[in-house]
């Protein structure tokens, strides 16, 4: 197998190096390519373009396999906590019985977030969209803990500022949340485990005893797992390169939140629950949405429907299909959304025009049913997304960091007016 690619242009051949990966990936490095030819490659959104090498997660989008650090995400999603998978996605190995009690110990310290955040969250109105609140609030980290903004000051201090977020996300995306209802917030209870800590913190109020029922925690862990990672998608691409200008990594991270909050990216599993209420609504009849999907002169897409690098299924959906049936069940809970997802799903995959495209059900199209099951309000999905997303991020960005990978610039082809002089505003 040839480990280099040749480029033959204007009678010029130009010998390129071709890289390969632990999976036998391979890719052409085409860093020399413009000192020696003056050609740049394009690839709008870049579909078929690698922005850099990763030792996180692994996805074949034609086989429907996704691997964190070598691990299937059936195991994980069936076996692990999400704290051990955030383990593992940071630091590269599931930690030891002693790592795994030091780590959860670590955050569980920094659950609570400064009292002055209240001043920030107050400001907002309070049916400000929760993603919105998330993002700006990530953000205004840097304020409280300004020795964060040295993203290069010491392995101790980076620890610090992973441990801080990991713990205080949960936090400020419930109090979001309580923002939205104009409810108090709830302090963390530290006395619960990550998942039953954030439910609680959402779903208290001062007049009641809350516990977290244990198939809506379960459910929960499960779901952040499944979110976890997902190599060189939308909102971690964003993080690289927000953290590759040495931006600190709570600013990358805000700025990830604002990526994902699209209805293209984990924007779509609040549009999938919209959709499929707008199809209930409509008396259930799945076929005019389908031909809306279909017809070029419409902009409605099929939500949750579809990937970049998925062409078969998204081993993540499976899963998420299944948990759906079992914790709906077990809470006995009757969403009728959930057959109407079915009725589309089966219509879809034998549907030409999906079939065509290989368009399969994503990540998005079961989650928010699960998702309202638990009472988690729909304005609030991609908030969970975003606390599922969140050790991917930081395992991405701590990698590019460590690897000191340079500020990431793209080039352009320059299609606008050619070189023209200045006139005077009285004589044009
Ligand atoms: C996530 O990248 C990641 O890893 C993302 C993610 C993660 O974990 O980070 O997996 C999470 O973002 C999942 C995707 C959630 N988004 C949606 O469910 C929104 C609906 N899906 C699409 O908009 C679309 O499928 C994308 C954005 C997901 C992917 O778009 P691509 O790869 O750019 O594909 P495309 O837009 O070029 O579409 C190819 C063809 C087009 O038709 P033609 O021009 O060839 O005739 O497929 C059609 C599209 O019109 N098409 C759809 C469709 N998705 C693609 N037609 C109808 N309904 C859809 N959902």
């Given at each position: 197998m040839?480990d280099?690619?040749?480029?033959?242009?204007n009678g010029?051949s130009y010998e390129?190096p071709?890289?390969e990966?632990?999976e036998n990936?391979?890719?052409?490095d085409?860093?020399k390519?413009?000192?020696e030819?003056?050609?740049?490659?394009?690839d709008?959104?870049?579909k078929?373009t690698?922005?850099?090498?990763s030792?996180?997660?692994?996805?074949?989008?034609e086989?429907g396999?996704?691997?964190?650090?070598?691990?299937?995400?059936?195991e994980?999603?069936?076996s692990?906590s999400?704290?051990?998978?955030?383990?593992?996605?940071?630091?590269?190995?599931?930690p030891?019985?002693?790592e795994?009690e030091?780590?959860?110990?670590?955050?569980?310290?920094?659950?609570?977030v400064h009292?002055?955040?209240?001043?920030?969250?107050?400001?907002?109105?309070?049916?400000?969209?929760?993603?919105?609140?998330?993002?700006?609030?990530?953000?205004?980290?840097t304020?409280f803990?300004?020795?964060?903004?040295d993203?290069n000051r010491?392995?101790?201090?980076?620890?610090?500022?992973?441990i801080?977020i990991?713990?205080?996300?949960?936090?400020?995306?419930?109090?979001?949340?309580k923002?939205?209802?104009?409810h108090?917030?709830?302090?963390?209870?530290?006395s619960?485990?990550?998942?039953?800590?954030?439910?609680k913190?959402?779903?208290?109020?001062?007049?009641?005893?809350y516990?977290a029922?244990?198939?809506?925690?379960?459910?929960?862990?499960?779901?952040?797992?499944?979110?976890?990672?997902?190599?060189q998608n939308?909102?971690?691409?964003?993080?690289r390169?927000?953290?590759s200008?040495?931006?600190?990594?709570y600013?990358?991270i805000?700025?990830?939140?604002?990526?994902l909050?699209?209805p293209?990216?984990?924007?779509?599993?609040?549009?999938?629950?919209?959709m499929?209420?707008?199809?209930?609504k409509?008396g259930g009849?799945?076929q005019?949405?389908?031909?809306?999907?279909?017809?070029?002169?419409d902009p409605?897409?099929?939500?949750?429907?579809?990937?970049?690098?998925?062409?078969?299924?998204?081993?993540?959906?499976?899963?998420?299909?299944?948990?759906a049936?079992?914790?709906?069940?077990?809470?006995g809970?009757n969403?009728?959304?959930?057959?109407?997802?079915?009725?589309?799903?089966?219509?879809?995959?034998?549907?030409p025009?999906f079939?065509e495209?290989?368009?399969?059900?994503?990540?998005?199209?079961y989650?928010?049913?699960?998702?309202r099951?638990l009472?988690?309000?729909t304005?609030?999905f991609t908030?969970m997304?975003?606390?599922g997303?969140?050790?991917?991020?930081i395992?991405?960005?701590?990698?590019?960091?460590?690897?000191?990978?340079?500020i990431?610039?793209?080039?352009?082809i320059y299609?606008?007016?050619?070189?023209?002089?200045?006139?005077n505003?009285?004589?044009?």
């Amino acid at each position: 197998m040839s480990d280099k690619a040749i480029i033959t242009y204007n009678g010029q051949s130009y010998e390129l190096p071709v890289i390969e990966g632990t999976e036998n990936e391979k890719a052409v490095d085409i860093s020399k390519l413009r000192a020696e030819s003056g050609l740049i490659t394009l690839d709008f959104g870049y579909k078929n373009t690698g922005a850099t090498t990763s030792a996180i997660t692994f996805l074949d989008g034609e086989e429907g396999i996704l691997r964190y650090r070598g691990y299937s995400i059936e195991e994980l999603a069936e076996s692990a906590s999400f704290l051990e998978v955030a383990y593992l996605l940071i630091f590269g190995e599931l930690p030891t019985k002693s790592e795994f009690e030091k780590f959860n110990a670590d955050i569980t310290k920094h659950t609570l977030v400064h009292e002055e955040i209240k001043n920030i969250l107050d400001g907002f109105p309070s049916k400000s969209h929760p993603m919105g609140v998330l993002s700006s609030l990530i953000s205004s980290l840097t304020a409280f803990y300004p020795e964060s903004l040295d993203p290069n000051r010491s392995a101790d201090q980076v620890y610090l500022s992973v441990i801080r977020i990991l713990a205080k996300m949960p936090t400020i995306a419930a109090w979001a949340y309580k923002n939205e209802l104009g409810h108090p917030v709830n302090y963390p209870d530290n006395s619960l485990d990550y998942c039953s800590n954030f439910l609680k913190m959402m779903f208290a109020i001062p007049s009641d005893v809350y516990k977290a029922d244990s198939v809506v925690a379960d459910a929960l862990n499960k779901l952040l797992i499944l979110h976890a990672d997902h190599e060189q998608n939308c909102s971690t691409s964003t993080v690289r390169i927000v953290g590759s200008s040495h931006a600190s990594l709570y600013s990358a991270i805000s700025a990830g939140i604002s990526a994902l909050w699209g209805p293209l990216h984990g924007g779509a599993n609040q549009a999938v629950i919209e959709m499929l209420e707008a199809i209930r609504k409509d008396g259930g009849g799945v076929q005019k949405f389908m031909d809306k999907a279909k017809d070029k002169d419409d902009p409605f897409r099929l939500m949750g429907f579809g990937h970049r690098v998925y062409k078969n299924f998204d081993p993540r959906a499976k899963i998420i299909k299944k948990a759906a049936d079992s914790v709906l069940a077990k809470l006995g809970v009757n969403d009728p959304v959930l057959e109407i997802a079915k009725g589309l799903e089966e219509v879809a995959l034998s549907d030409p025009y999906f079939v065509e495209r290989k368009l399969y059900p994503n990540v998005d199209f079961y989650s928010g049913i699960i998702y309202r099951a638990l009472g988690i309000p729909t304005q609030m999905f991609t908030v969970m997304f975003a606390l599922g997303r969140l050790p991917g991020w930081i395992a991405q960005w701590k990698e590019m960091r460590e690897n000191n990978e340079p500020i990431g610039r793209p080039r352009q082809i320059y299609t606008g007016a050619k070189a023209r002089p200045f006139t005077n505003i009285g004589d044009r």
